[in-house]
C-alpha cells in the first residue's frame, strides 16, 4: 500500500474528499450555468453579494460534523485537529463536545447523543465567540 501524498506534513488521502465536501456545503457550490429553464442569469455585478457564515456558526458546523465522525468512529476519526480544519480552540470544544456524547449515547442512545452534540457545539461556539473571537493568533 502506498502512503498518502503529502502536502505540509498533514496526509491527504484520508481527509481529502470530506474536507472538500464540507468546503463544499459550507461555502455553497454556485452553478453559473443559467436557471431551470437554461437562460442566463444575471452578470455577477447585478447579483446579490455571497453571504458570509459568522465566526461562531461556523465554529459549530465544523464541530458539529467532526464530533459525529468522532463518535461514529469513522476512519477520520483519528486525524489531528489540522488535518480537520480546526483551530486549537475548536479542537478543544470538539473533545469537549464528543466526551459529553459518549456518555450521552450510554445512557439514553444515539438519538440523544446527536441532539446533545448540537446543543453542546452551538453553545460553546457561541460562548467563545461572544465578543468577537479567540485572541493571540488564527490557530487559537
Same mark, same amino acid.
Given at each position: ?40 442569469? +444575471?452578470?455577477? @455585478?447585478?447579483?446579490? *453579494?455571497?453571504?458570509?457564515? !459568522? %465566526? &461562531?456558526? /461556523? ?40 466526551? +459529553?456524547?459518549? @456518555?450521552?449515547?450510554? *445512557?439514553?442512545?444515539?438519538? !440523544? %447523543? &446527536?441532539? /446533545? ?24
Amino acid at each position: 500500500m502506498r502512503p498518502s501524498p503529502r502536502r505540509y506534513g498533514v496526509p491527504l488521502g484520508p481527509a481529502l474528499p470530506y474536507t472538500l465536501t464540507l468546503a463544499a456545503v459550507l461555502t455553497g457550490c454556485a452553478d453559473d450555468r443559467g436557471d431551470a429553464d437554461g437562460r442566463p442569469t +444575471a452578470p455577477a @455585478a447585478s447579483r446579490p *453579494a455571497p453571504r458570509t457564515t !459568522a %465566526a &461562531g456558526d /461556523l465554529c459549530a458546523r465544523l464541530v458539529t460534523h467532526w464530533a459525529r465522525v468522532v463518535l461514529d468512529g469513522g476512519a477520520q476519526a483519528g486525524l489531528d485537529y489540522q488535518a480537520m480544519g480546526l483551530s486549537g480552540g475548536q479542537y478543544d470544544i470538539l473533545r469537549a463536545v464528543v466526551d +459529553a456524547a459518549r @456518555a450521552e449515547e450510554k *445512557a439514553h442512545g444515539p438519538a !440523544a %447523543a &446527536g441532539r /446533545l452534540i448540537v446543543q453542546q457545539a452551538d453553545r460553546r461556539c457561541a460562548d467563545r465567540h461572544r465578543d468577537g473571537g479567540p485572541t493571540g493568533g488564527p490557530w487559537q
